[in-house]
């Protein structure tokens, strides 16, 4: 059974830092391109980050040089480290698998998310 699983997130001030980890079942992340999506309040999907299967890692223009993906092949678990944070980084954060494992044909499953709200 295939699950993607997000946790880590919470309150933290503007200018700090948080990791958000998607544990995965069902599959073998290296096997698949996973990416993490995030949703703001009252706004649309935007792609945030991408690992390929060599583990190399590209960025939205919004997060480059602030949040960095991690991941932990021994634990099959991905990361989301997050610094500088931002008040317009308040989303629901999702991690998702690509739909066919080597290329960006869509993301076929999803995780249920978790909330990061960045306000002093």
């Known amino acids: 059974q295939v699950q993607l699983v997000e946790s880590g997130g919470g309150l933290v001030q503007p200018g700090g830092s948080l990791r958000l980890s998607c544990a995965a079942s069902?599959?073998?992340?290296?096997?698949?391109?996973m990416y993490w999506v995030r949703q703001a309040p009252g706004k649309g999907l935007e792609w945030v980050s991408v690992?390929?299967?060599?583990?190399?890692?590209y960025y939205a223009d919004s997060v480059k040089g602030r949040f960095t993906v991690l991941r932990d092949n021994a634990k099959n678990t991905m990361y989301l480290q997050m610094n500088g944070l931002k008040s317009e980084d308040t989303a629901v954060y999702y991690c998702?698998?690509?739909?066919?494992?080597?290329?960006?044909?869509?993301?076929?499953?999803w995780g249920k998310g978790a909330l990061v709200t960045v306000s002093s």
């Open positions: 998702a698998r690509d739909r066919g494992g080597g290329s960006s044909d869509g993301m076929d499953y």
């Open positions: 069902g599959f073998t992340i290296i096997t698949y391109w």
């Open positions: 690992i390929r299967l060599d583990g190399s890692s």
